[in-house]
Every structure is written in C-alpha cells, then in structure tokens.
C-alpha cells in the first residue's frame, strides 16, 4: 500500500525563524511531490512542486527532494505568523492516473 | 484568483437527503477532475476520479452508488451523495490538474463543501 507520512507536529518556531518539514513516501518509482498548505477549514492552496531531486526555491520557500531516500522537504524561511497552518505533502505515485496520495499533515505555528 | 470553483460552500440537510455538489474548472477545460473528502482533524482521502465522457473510477472502499460522480461537460463534474445519513458529513473537495494540463500536474483545489447531515 502506497503511504505519505508526516510528523503532525504541532511545529512551532518563532516568528523569523526557518521552519522544516518533512515527509517521507513509500513507492520509490513516484514522479511529482507537492507541498500544499492548508488554513483551518479551508481547502488546500499549492505551494510548491518538485519533479527532481535537489532543491527547488519559490521566494521564502524551498522543496527539496531525495528519491533515493524517499524524503521530500519543505523549508520555510522567515516565518511569518500567517504562515501558521496545516502543511500537506502529496505524492503523485503514477502520472498516469494524477492520483495524489496525502500525508496527515504538519500543523506548523509561528509564535510573534 | 480562483481557477476551480465548488458549489455549494456549505450544506446542512437531514438524514436521507440527497446532495449535490458542483465542480467547475473556470477559463479552462477539465477532462479529468478529482474528488476527495477530509474527516476533523484527518488529511484528505481520494475518493473518485471523474473522468469527462466516461464513468468515474472510484478508491477501493468507496461506494459507487453512494456517491454519483457526473462529468457532464469539459468544465464541470458534479458529486451527488445519495440518501446521505450523519456519517456521510465531512468536507468534500474537488480538484483539476493546473489549466487542463497533464494529469502530472499540480492539482487546484475548489473552496470545497462541508457537509452536516442532521
């Protein structure tokens, strides 16, 4: 069975700080990750996606991927507290069905 | 802006109702559209694909009668949660891959709808 994990946390770190997330996946031949976040009941809204391993930066944010270790990275630089929310990774085991396959979640809290 | 929109945002009915909630790709054409449902507390779980012009494929567990998926055009797909009872409240959420593009694309999110059966 294909699995995403994720620490649900909380993560808490101080408004400035960087915050790391992590995600681990089980099917090693998986193509497309993503990072989604998600507001207490609100729908989630991308923020990023990685196809290749290494680093992939979009503003404060940065994914970073290892496929050979089955981990996927989301590093939030400067937290803010509106940064404060659920962060989803998704993994896309097949692009041929664009199944997604979701972690629980990291509930991430930036303290002022 | 938005480019799904999910219709209605919220739905409160009683036991045995049926529901039907809509799924629009705005500005752009959706083949394929995607349905999940997330429980308090819980990460979201496919539950369908709807696919336009031939019937949906539905997760291992996921009751095909109980839930109706119709893709009735190439920007809308519609879920139809039939006889709903108190189980069945939870938010439902559709998606499309990023503009139409390939189904390896970033998926877009509706606003989603929560649904409480009395």
């Known amino acids: 069975q294909k699995e995403v994990e994720q620490n649900s946390g909380p993560l808490s770190v101080p408004e400035g700080a960087i915050a790391s997330l992590n995600c681990t996946y089980s099917d090693r031949v998986s193509q497309s990750f993503f990072w989604y976040r998600q507001y207490s009941g609100k729908s989630p809204e991308l923020i990023m996606s990685i196809y290749s391993n290494g680093d992939k930066e979009d503003g404060r944010f940065t994914a970073q991927l290892n496929k050979a270790s089955q981990y996927v990275s989301l590093l939030i630089r400067d937290s803010q507290p509106s940064d404060s929310a659920t962060y989803l990774c998704?993994?896309?085991?097949?692009?041929?069905?664009?199944?997604?396959?979701f972690g629980q979640g990291t509930t991430l809290q930036v303290k002022p | 802006g938005a480019v799904v929109s999910q219709h209605p945002s919220r739905v409160i009915c009683k036991s045995g109702t049926s529901v039907k909630i809509e799924c629009r790709s705005l500005d752009f054409q959706a083949t394929t559209m995607f349905w999940y449902r997330q429980f308090p507390k819980k990460s979201l779980m496919l539950m369908a694909t709807?696919?336009?012009?031939?019937?949906?494929?539905?997760e291992q567990g996921v009751e095909k009668d109980k839930f109706l998926i119709n893709h009735a055009s190439l920007t809308l797909s519609t879920l139809t949660v039939t006889s709903a009872h108190p189980e069945d409240s939870s938010f439902y959420i559709c998606s499309a891959p990023h503009r139409g593009g390939g189904l390896d694309q970033p998926q877009h999110f509706g606003d989603g709808t929560r649904l409480s059966i009395l």
């Open positions: 998704a993994v896309m085991f097949s692009s041929n069905t664009g199944k997604l396959i």
């Open positions: 709807s696919n336009e012009g031939s019937k949906a494929t539905y």
